[in-house]
């Protein structure tokens, strides 16, 4: 079964600092991959995926991540956070059923922004 | 993009009773919509799996007589909880496939007294 392993569950960094949320997955074949964004009390918000290319994606709001093949990572980055960046962060992996996908979440990063 | 929405969006039953929820897809047809619940600070756990016209697929733990789920149409999915407990409060998300992408609507919060 995959599983996706967050080790970080809480991070704070000064607004204006770079970021790098890990993620790490096990999975049998090559995976899909996400990374959303939950503010308190809402739902899920999509900042990027990868399915296949190119292992540098680029998402919504300035952030990136990093496809490692090598690492079984798709660590999340971004080079300045803002003040509105403080949230949770979920990275998910996609089990493909042919009709389906079936989405299996880390637990998630809170990150706190300090000014 | 694509837009799902969630009502209501907070809801507070005793114990005992029922409650509906609903997911629509607004601006597309999702033949596949699941549901999730979230615990505070927690991730999310996968409930269910809608397909429009069949029964849906529970995981294991998921006891389907208690959280019932109809997925009538390409727009709509409902999840009802019957016999609503206290351990039953919990934030409830949905969404709806497109592609190969699930679209989250914004989530309800259940509160049973």
């Known amino acids: 079964a995959q599983s996706v392993t967050q080790p970080d569950i809480h991070i704070t960094v000064s607004e204006g600092a770079s970021l790098e949320l890990r993620c790490n997955y096990s999975?049998?074949?090559?995976?899909?991959l996400f990374w959303y964004v939950q503010s308190p009390g809402q739902g899920l918000q999509l900042l990027l995926k990868?399915?296949?290319?190119?292992?540098l994606v680029q998402g919504i709001k300035g952030f990136e991540a990093e496809f490692k093949r090598s690492q079984s990572s798709f660590n999340l980055r971004k080079p300045s956070v803002h003040w509105s960046d403080a949230a949770e962060y979920f990275c998910?992996?996609?089990?493909?059923?042919?009709?389906?996908?079936?989405?299996?979440f880390g637990t998630g990063t809170r990150l706190q922004v300090t000014l | 993009g694509a837009v799902v929405s969630q009502h209501p969006s907070w809801v507070i039953c005793k114990s005992g009773t029922s409650v509906k929820i609903e997911c629509r897809s607004l601006?597309?047809?999702?033949?596949?919509m699941f549901w999730y619940r979230q615990f505070p600070k927690q991730s999310l756990m996968l409930m269910a799996t809608?397909?429009?016209?069949?029964?849906?697929?529970?995981e294991q733990g998921v006891e389907k007589d208690k959280f019932l789920i109809n997925h009538a149409s390409l727009t709509l999915s409902t999840l009802t909880v019957t016999s609503a407990h206290p351990e039953d409060s919990s934030f409830y998300i949905c969404?709806?496939?497109?592609?190969?992408?699930?679209?989250f609507g914004p989530g309800t919060r259940l509160t049973v007294t």
């Open positions: 809608s397909n429009e016209g069949s029964k849906a697929t529970y």
């Open positions: 998910a992996v996609a089990l493909n059923t042919g009709t389906a996908s079936k989405l299996t």
């Open positions: 999975y049998g074949a090559t995976p899909y």
């Open positions: 969404s709806g496939q497109n592609s190969y992408e699930q679209y």
């Open positions: 601006d597309f047809q999702a033949t596949t």
């Open positions: 990868y399915f296949s290319g190119d292992t």
